[in-house]
């Protein structure tokens, strides 16, 4: 489990950032504390990380450069919305646009997807989970890095409420379908079933049909991909 984030706990507390460590998003950083969460300060606000904590908590994991917690947020206002990301360029360029559009239910953390399941999150917390595609680390010695794992997916089962949602998406068929298997057999229930085609959506979104940044990226070059709504029953 990363930890991250700390320079910038640093530098909010006053200290020098590491000349290596010199760079303008972190400096931006400083500026963004209104949206932009270390995983330190989100341990010590939770569970009040949003203004209106009564509305449906969802979470994207690996938010990339925001496009999705800002779109979804502004289009689902009686939700909040928290992305998460381990790099310091993609949560302050999420969160520079969260404080550009001045959006209260979308909020940007630095941290370790594993740490805030793991770690954070109180069972029967979450309404929804968003992984968009998480990085499918294709290559067969590699396969151990990737997020979606079987002790990931119990622990995120027991941090959704009953009915809530793990929306996911992937380019990656094999990974999709290991995924797909593992979610099963924890005890989600594909949403599709009324359907016979895989729900694009969770039901409770508004909106969309829903595109990701990668999804638009994917469409683009012709690059199929996969997609699938499951909910804790
Ligand atoms: C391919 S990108 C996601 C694309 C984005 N979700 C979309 O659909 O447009 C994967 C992201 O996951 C982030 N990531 C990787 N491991 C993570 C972890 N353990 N916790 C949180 N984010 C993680 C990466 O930094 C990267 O930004």
Wanted: proline share 6%; charged share 25%; glycine share 6%.
């Amino acid at each position: 489990m990363r930890k991250v984030g700390t320079i910038i706990d640093n530098l909010r507390s006053g200290e020098k950032a590491p000349d290596r460590h010199e760079n303008p998003y972190l400096s931006e950083a400083l500026q963004l504390s209104e949206y932009l969460l270390t995983q330190s300060e989100l341990q010590n606000i939770f569970p009040n990380v949003f203004q209106e904590m009564q509305n449906p908590f969802i979470l994207e994991v690996g938010c990339y450069m925001g496009k999705n917690v800002i779109e979804l947020a502004e289009q689902n206002n009686k939700m909040n919305f928290l992305g998460i990301d381990i790099t310091y360029k993609r949560v302050v360029k999420s969160a520079r646009k969260l404080k550009r559009f001045n959006i209260s239910n979308g909020k940007i953390a630095i941290c370790d997807a594993r740490y805030l399941i793991n770690e954070l999150l109180p069972e029967q917390f979450l309404d929804g989970i968003c992984v968009f595609f998480p990085d499918p680390w294709p290559k067969d010695r590699h396969e151990k890095n990737r997020l979606l794992n079987q002790q990931f997916i119990q622990a995120v089962y027991q941090k959704i409420k009953p009915n809530g949602f793990f929306w996911f998406k992937s380019d990656h068929q094999v990974y999709f379908t290991q995924t797909n298997d593992l979610l099963l057999n924890s005890g989600f229930v594909a949403d599709d079933l009324d359907n016979n085609q895989p729900r694009a959506q969770p039901r409770n979104i508004i909106g969309g049909p829903y595109e990701t940044a990668f999804q638009k990226l994917f469409i683009n070059k012709g690059i199929p991909f996969y997609q699938r709504v499951y909910l804790k029953k």
